[in-house]
Every structure is written in structure tokens, then in C-alpha cells.
């Protein structure tokens, strides 16, 4: 099935920094969300985006849903240790249930 | 609010039996369960969308007679996966969504299933 691409597929940062992210597909989706997976644990949504354009926080977190509805970006600002863990988002399109997830993006805090 | 359980959590069985994965929604009604498959550093991939009291309706590629889902009641969705064979080890995940809510699915914890 299709899978929608992320970038950058790992990344290694230092607590306290700042973390960006996205997500692209070649074809347009309504809504876009972001989940964060631990291991071994189902994903947990973090994040929803309804409008092209619109930009979204949940505390530390926040994502845009782009213009081209084709792309969507999460940023998590002063990253904590508690933030480790794989990134997915997720793509949908108005009518159908199904979501298309992306390829995921890993997380890992340097000490 | 808006839990989902699966059990087992994990399971190990021989090459050829049947496992039984359920996935229950604890405090809302849902009409629709998903069944995702998850292999290790990969992303999920959706098996089966299962609609209460109807049959399920399954992804290119995934085999209905081998992975058996039953979706009997608003609370409560199984997936059988018949003749385990080692290529079946996996990460299943399921999901139910709130009729209330089109777009938001609620994730169950995941079942890791070891086939030897």
C-alpha cells in the first residue's frame, strides 16, 4: 500500500534542543496527524490537522498542515527525555476511514 | 476516556496452530475496528477494516482465510491467525473508531506475536 515518505528518518539530539520533522506524499489528503509510538506500545495521537495552512500546538508541540495538502511538519520545541520514541504520521482523506501511515521518524536524546 | 485493550500482549506459538488476538473498546462503542500489522523498524500497515455485525474487508494483498476477523459486537473485534507459520511473527496492532468522530482511531497497545 501506499506509505507516505518522512524525513529524517532518525535523529540524534541533545536534551533541551528543538526537533523538526515532516511529512510528504504525492497525492493530497484532508486531514493529517501525527502520532508518537513507544516501544513496544500501539501509537497515541498527538497532534490533528483539518484546514491546508493551519498550524496546531499541544503544548511543546506543533504542526502545520501544508498549503499543497501534500505535506505536514511537526516541530517539538526543549526536547525532554520522555520524548524518545518513533514518530508516525498519518494521512486521510475525507469519505474514507483508512489511514495511510508514514515511514516514521526515530528520536533518540543524547545524554 | 477512549481506551483500547488487546489481549494477549504477547504470545509464542509453534508453526501451524491458530492464535487469537481481541481487541476490545472499554468505554465507547465503536463501530469500526482496524487491524494494522507492524514489522519490526517499519511502519503499520493496515490488514482489515472490520464493521460491527458485517464482514471485513481486507487490504491487497492480506489473506481473509488466514487472518479470520470478527467483528461480533460495538465493543469487541478478533483477529485469528490461522496456521501460524514463522513469517507471521509480528507487531499486531488494532484500532476502533468513535462513531462520533470520523477521523480519529484510538490505538490498542499491541500484541507481539512469535510464531517458532
Known amino acids: 500500500g501506499q506509505q507516505l515518505n518522512q524525513s529524517p528518518q532518525s535523529m540524534f539530539i541533545q536534551e533541551g534542543e528543538d526537533v523538526s520533522m515532516n511529512c510528504t506524499s504525492s497525492?493530497?489528503?484532508?486531514?493529517w496527524l501525527w502520532y508518537k509510538q513507544d516501544p513496544g506500545e500501539g501509537p497515541v495521537l498527538l497532534i490533528a490537522?483539518?484546514?491546508?495552512?493551519e498550524l496546531t500546538s499541544n503544548g511543546r508541540l506543533t504542526a502545520q498542515f501544508g498549503i499543497t495538502r501534500k505535506d505536514s511538519f511537526l516541530n517539538i520545541s526543549a526536547s525532554i527525555p520522555s520524548d524518545v520514541g518513533i514518530y508516525f504520521c498519518?494521512?486521510?482523506?475525507?469519505?474514507?476511514?483508512?489511514?495511510?501511515f508514514g515511514t516514521g521518524t526515530r528520536l533518540t536524546i543524547i545524554p | 476516556g477512549a481506551v483500547v485493550s488487546q489481549h494477549p500482549s504477547w504470545v509464542i506459538c509453534k508453526s501451524g496452530t491458530s492464535v487469537k488476538i481481541e481487541c476490545r473498546s472499554l468505554?465507547?462503542?465503536?463501530?469500526?475496528m482496524f487491524w494494522y500489522r507492524q514489522f519490526p523498524k517499519q511502519s503499520l500497515m493496515l490488514m482489515a477494516t472490520?464493521?460491527?455485525?458485517?464482514?471485513?474487508?481486507?487490504e491487497q494483498g492480506v489473506e481473509k482465510d488466514k487472518f479470520l476477523i470478527n467483528h461480533a459486537s460495538l465493543t469487541l473485534s478478533t483477529l485469528t491467525v490461522t496456521s501460524a507459520h514463522p513469517e507471521d511473527s509480528s507487531f499486531y496492532i488494532c484500532?476502533?473508531?468513535?462513531?462520533?468522530?470520523?477521523?480519529?482511531?484510538?490505538f490498542g497497545p499491541g500484541t507481539r506475536l512469535l510464531v517458532l
Open positions: 472490520s464493521n460491527e455485525g458485517s464482514k471485513a474487508t481486507y
Open positions: 498519518a494521512g486521510q482523506l475525507v469519505g474514507n476511514e483508512k489511514l495511510t
Open positions: 484500532s476502533a473508531r468513535d462513531g462520533t468522530l470520523w477521523e480519529t482511531q484510538y
Open positions: 497525492s493530497i489528503f484532508n486531514t
Open positions: 490537522l483539518y484546514k491546508a495552512g
Open positions: 468505554d465507547f462503542q465503536a463501530t469500526t
